[in-house]
């Protein structure tokens, strides 16, 4: 969807083209620096609370900018481990949700990277209406923002693994991680970024060349191509062992360890067997593996493993020599699952 924006959003822009700009409007170049500041480290959302810019450069900011933002719509908070579960809406009327996760290591946001998701996967209820629109990085940005305004704490950690396939929105989520990154900025260390995606592998291929630190997580919930394209559209597309090629490349460019994220459905993928024959696709490759007890959804008729399904599936893992754990059930009781709580949302609209 093109938003058709007549002013430019001034929080995507990078300091180098923000400098760019003030010097043709015969600005001092040192300005931008001032104003990169007031975006991405204070998160105001009007030129008029830049109080050390002259009041006839915010106007004229003013005419040819904004400052892209999202909406707060609501927020709700679990009671059993305090995650909160936001949505924010969006220019042109689109509903997102991101997460606000605590954890002893600091706290974490998953962002959304898309307005729903074209990718189909089975399980994941950020699918079930299509893709909407692609995010702006300054929505993908605002979305931390927003949440450590709320909060009143710092966010240490990001993972783009909310609504959306990241690869799929390609231009945008590279010019979040180049802004969120930046030492003028919020300055958060890319190690401290994760991407998840299906594997569209084109666009590995291309993260890879940009050799940023950033962990690259995989959704691959299958050891097998035939179970994988019951469970992943995407599937059909690229096979696990172009996927696995395109992994051993991007650590070839970048020495990080990939995850590999496997949800794990009742009688579908967590038998022993199917643990032995992951083990044998990932060997020799440094990687984890971050086994996912699939999160119930209405839409959907998966079964989440039992607890000795999963125990058992990991300790096979380990016994052929892999790395593994079972994630952490975080907001199960507030819709925890990708895509429920705004695809409820657009169900009351």
Sequence with gaps: ???????????????SELEEQLLEMGEKKFRAKQIFKWLHVFYVESFDEMTDISKKLREKLEEKFIIGTV????ALISQIDGTRKYIFRVAGGSVIESVFMKYHHGNSVCISTQSGCRMGCKFCASTLNGLDRNLLASELLDQIY???KDTDEKVSNVVLMGSGEPLDNYDNVIRFIDLISDENGKNMSQRNITLSTCGLVPRIYDLAKKKYQITLAISLHASDNETRKELMPIANRYSIEEIIEACK???SMNKRRITFEYSLVASVNDSKNEAKKLAGLVKGLNCHINLIPVNPIKERDFVQSNKEAVNNFKAMLERNGVNATVRREMGRDINGACGQLRNETMNQE
């Design 1 to 15: 969807m093109d938003l058709n924006l007549e002013k430019i959003d001034i929080k995507t822009l990078y300091l």
């Design 71 to 74: 909406k707060k719509e609501k």
């Design 146 to 148: 927003q949440i450590e």
């Design 249 to 251: 490349y991007y650590y």
